[in-house]
């Protein structure tokens, strides 16, 4: 079993639709990233964690340290949000352990 | 502020032969930590580097290897390439003393053929 365990593995929606990938993860942790990465490799922090929930634009980020368990939500989504969204928990001193990814597709 | 550069961002190796790849991270940030990401097997830590000593290292054979130079640059080396190195290779810079936001370059993606 994964330290880290993300759903949905894939997920495909219309544009506008409220959009939630889940984390789950079974280590101790200082931190959680959600991070995102478009086709061509390149991957963008979105959002660190450590209690709480952030907000940025349509973006939302939540995390239950006692649950060990994190979400990205993505409200009104649009055609430019579909990219890879990875969750990465730190341990240690900067070692990030990743989830398996999260495949998004806004379809306009 | 310039971010995390990586070079080379494409490369072709032949099974048996050494690649060097570099990153320079972002200006201040003195910790430097490498990944390894392939459609298996996801991303995965490699190692990472700070003030020129490797603090943490992930599960990886001998052959991959880094350091870190006086100007928090951070080269890695991969000798003896197997089929199953090809791979998109990330760096990410950070303060080292308190977890921050990772910043992360666009990867170099290695071709062993």
């Known amino acids: 079993k994964n330290e880290v365990e993300q759903s949905p593995q894939n997920l495909t929606a219309q544009e506008g639709e409220f959009i939630t990938i889940n984390c789950s993860y079974s280590v101790g942790i200082s931190a959680l990233h959600w991070l995102q990465q478009h086709p061509g490799g390149g991957i963008v922090s979105l959002f660190m964690?450590?209690?709480g929930k952030k907000k940025h634009g349509r973006l939302i980020a939540t995390i239950n340290i006692q649950e060990k368990h994190s979400s990205l939500h993505i409200t009104a989504s649009h055609p430019r949000d579909s990219a890879v969204y990875i969750c990465?928990?730190?341990?240690?001193?900067?070692?990030?352990?990743f989830g398996q990814g999260t495949r998004l597709t806004i379809n306009p | 502020k310039a971010g995390v550069t990586q070079t080379p961002r494409y490369l072709i190796k032949t099974r048996g032969q050494q690649v060097t790849l570099s990153c320079s991270p972002i200006s201040g940030h003195r910790s430097v930590s490498w990944y390894q990401q392939t459609p298996g097997q996801g991303l995965q830590f490699l190692f990472e580097y700070f003030s020129e000593t490797q603090r943490n290292k992930g599960n990886f054979p001998g052959r991959f290897s880094g350091r870190q130079f006086s100007n928090s640059r951070s080269e890695m080396n991969v000798s003896t390439l197997e089929l199953g190195d090809s791979a998109l290779y990330l760096c990410a810079s950070s303060f080292p003393d308190r977890v921050t936001e990772a910043f992360f370059g666009q990867g170099t993606r290695l071709t062993v053929v």
């Open positions: 990465a928990v730190v341990q240690g001193a900067q070692k990030l352990v």
């Open positions: 964690l450590s209690s």
